[in-house]
């Protein structure tokens, strides 16, 4: 858990860490890795269920960082999330292709692009909000947890989802919306008016 | 739509599972700077993010952290093989040099052992070949890698949605050069060759090699040097003659086309 916690958490020390990836300091991706390796492996392990695939796409998602840091602003952007943003999107692609699902490589493209990873920090975290997500996740009813981790886990679109579970699409957007309610309600995430 | 028609589905776009049309207006809404849908997708990018500390706590393999960074050409590169990463791809371990130094010590090591001469001669030429191979081999992985790995490397997709590819990636570096790796591309026939093309905009396709694929389907080619990315429109593959083309004489086979420069 710390590591994860760790990669959401951003400091003056990772802002100097951007501005050396971005001057291609090797000492700065050492650093990098030291600091988001294991919260990026974990995460793509519980996605792709495989350890030598699982090392394969975190080493293309410090690969990704290191081509696109230059992307990040060094004085604002969130280094964790972004990585792990790529990290998952990385391996919800591998698990589409391998299974012969059609890719959302655009979409996923879409929400590992560093500029929406601006300020990030000051807005999501606080220090133990990683346990409080575990948490929340675990005390949502079976069907709203099942769907969650369909959706982040597997990066099924809720058509998918409901094939997948045999139900009619709306019930399932119907436990999604829930789903995410239910967390943003144990989160404290004001919902929007 | 307004941002508040959108608002049930910003989580939905931050968990890559957001449905037509709102996927794309929200798309359309970020691209114009919207300043209500940046916020809310960056909460909701940031939530989608915290999901993750949901994943049980793993332990990578004490070699990761140098395979990553052997991948980017730092730190020690294994003894004689050259790790090469492929975006979307496993990586690919490749003999360096120090197998090709370790091939010349086993040629030195035959004549100790005392090959005839003859022997040692054919062994030598075999090697020796093997060894430029390889070389060539080395010199093509670097370029690619240099291009990979490049702070200005364009990227781009082909085949994705065909339902019998080829399919794979084109890699545009303003310095090095274009990359393309695919698969599912069979082995061009007899007398022919696969012959790569920068299609710039508004102008005649320009050659870019020649290349053939593996039996496996699987294919890489490099065109060093500098191209202007933001001048080009595509990147194509056609059949030719082996001795290739001035201009296709074919159907293209692959077509790639170049997304617009970031702004």
Same mark, same amino acid.
């Given at each position: ?53 699982? #090392? ?10 290191? !081509? ?7 004085? =604002? ?31 996923? !493209? ?32 079976? !069907? ?9 886990? #597997? ?8 094939? =997948? ?29 | ?18 449905? #037509? ?53 730092? #730190? ?188």
């Amino acid at each position: 858990m710390l590591p994860i916690i760790l990669a959401i958490y951003a400091g003056p020390e990772e802002r100097a860490l951007i501005s050396r990836l971005q001057r291609r300091d090797p000492k700065a991706l050492a650093e990098l890795y030291d600091s988001y390796g294991r919260a990026a492996y974990a995460l793509v392990l519980r996605v792709v269920r495989d350890r030598a695939i699982a #090392e394969d796409l975190v080493q293309e998602t410090f690969l990704r960082v290191w !081509n696109r840091v230059h992307q990040m602003d060094s004085e =604002k952007g969130a280094l964790g999330p972004w990585l792990l943003a790529i990290a998952r999107n990385r391996a919800i692609d591998y698990l589409r292709s391998s299974a012969g699902r059609e890719r959302n490589a655009i979409e996923l !493209n879409e929400t590992d692009h560093a500029p929406l990873y601006r300020e990030m920090e000051a807005e999501i975290l606080i220090s133990d909000q990683a346990r409080r997500v575990r948490a929340a996740m675990d005390r949502l009813a079976p !069907n709203y947890r099942t769907v969650m981790e369909l959706a982040y886990f #597997e990066g099924l679109s809720q058509s998918e989802m409901s094939e =997948k579970m045999g139900q009619p699409l709306g019930t399932i957007k119907t436990w999604v919306r829930t789903a995410l309610q239910s967390l943003r309600n144990e989160l404290g995430v004001a919902v929007p008016s | 739509m307004n941002c508040d028609e959108l608002r049930d589905h910003y989580d939905l776009y931050a968990l890559g599972i957001a449905e #037509e049309p709102e996927r794309g207006e929200i798309r359309v809404h970020l691209n114009r700077g919207c300043e209500v849908c940046m916020a809310q997708v960056k909460r909701s990018l940031g939530t989608s993010a915290m999901i993750g500390a949901s994943a049980p706590a793993a332990e990578p393999s004490s070699q990761l952290r140098s395979r990553i960074l052997a991948s980017v050409g730092f #730190e020690n590169r294994r003894a004689g093989w050259l790790p090469v990463w492929l975006p979307g791809w496993l990586p690919i371990w490749l003999p360096g040099w120090g197998s090709v130094a370790a091939i010349a010590a086993l040629c030195v090591l035959a004549v100790y052992l005392g090959f005839t001469g003859q022997q040692y001669a054919q062994t030598a030429a075999r090697l020796r070949s093997e060894m430029r191979e390889q070389a060539a081999q080395i010199a093509g992985l670097t370029e690619a890698f240099a291009i990979l790995s490049g702070p200005n490397t364009a990227e781009t997709s082909f085949g994705g949605v065909q339902p019998k590819p080829p399919q794979g990636k084109v890699f545009l570096n303003p310095a090095r050069g274009v990359l393309l790796i695919a698969s599912n591309l069979p082995p061009a026939p007899a007398s022919k060759i696969y012959e790569m093309w920068i299609i710039p905009k508004g102008a005649k396709p320009v050659p870019a090699g020649l290349f053939q694929s593996q039996a496996s389907g699987r294919a890489m080619h490099v065109q060093p040097g500098a191209v202007d990315v933001a001048s080009t429109a595509a990147v194509a593959v056609t059949l030719e003659n082996e001795a290739g083309a001035d201009q296709p004489t074919t159907q293209p086979l692959i077509v790639a086309a170049v997304p617009p420069a970031p702004r």
